[in-house]
Every structure is written in C-alpha cells, then in structure tokens.
C-alpha cells in the first residue's frame, strides 16, 4: 500500500495531501507570513468565490483589517510556465475579488504586481502587509 504525504496547512488548520502545487502554497504562505509579516489570521487558503455563476477557488487571499480581500495568490506546480495564461487566470479572480495586488508563483518565478489608474504594474519588491494597507 502506497503511503501519501501530507503537510499541514496552518491556514486551514488541517493537514492536506502535499502535491507539487500544495508545496508551492505552503512555501508561499510562509513567504507572506514571515518575509511580508502578513498575520496568519489574514490569509485564506483554497478561498472558494462565485463570480458570474462560476465557481472558483483561489490559492491563497490576504486580506485587510477590515477582512476584504487585498491581494489573490495563484500557485502553480513549479514546472508550469508563468505564461498570460496563468496570469488571465488571476486577473478572473480579481473580477470577483477586487484586489490591489496579485500574485503568481511557481515556487521558482513569482510575479507580484499591483494595481494603479492605468491596470495593474509589475512590482520589483515585495511589499510589507502594514505597507500594503497604507497605499491607496
């Protein structure tokens, strides 16, 4: 019998089976928690929405003080190009959502950008949670 591994999800609060793409979520959870200091109770995981009917479940959303969703996380198992397609994907989320700031990752490339007057714009840095709640 095959044994499966799991990894716990401090989101969830459960532990979860750890596919390619869970490792790159669980990867990226710690890099908000501990890199951009975004408090654990300020993320959700596997953040199920509906939007024009559709169902959908983002990877992971971080959300404000007053729990409205700030920025959408998509993960892909690290062998998925970062390609228009996966970055369509997120800017579908954020139709639902209405986020400053999206997020791809592969656990290899990460994309971060945020959203201005003319769309969203490709950032350099990673921001801090407390900086993110401060923009406009």
Known sequence: M?????????????????????????????????????????????VAFT??????????VVYDRKAEPLMVVECKRPEVTLDQEVV????????????????VTNGNKTFMFERKEEGFAFLERAPLWEEMLCRP
């Open 2 to 46: 095959m044994q499966t591994d799991y990894v716990w999800d401090p989101l969830r609060k459960k532990s979860v089976r750890c596919t390619p793409e869970e490792e790159v979520r669980q990867w990226f959870i710690s890099v908000l928690h501990e890199g951009m200091k975004v408090p654990e109770h300020m993320m959700g995981s596997e």
């Open 51 to 60: 939007h024009a009917g559709k169902d959908y479940r983002a990877d992971i």
């Open 88 to 103: 369509d994907q997120a800017l579908r989320y954020n139709n639902a959502l209405d986020v400053r700031y999206i997020v």
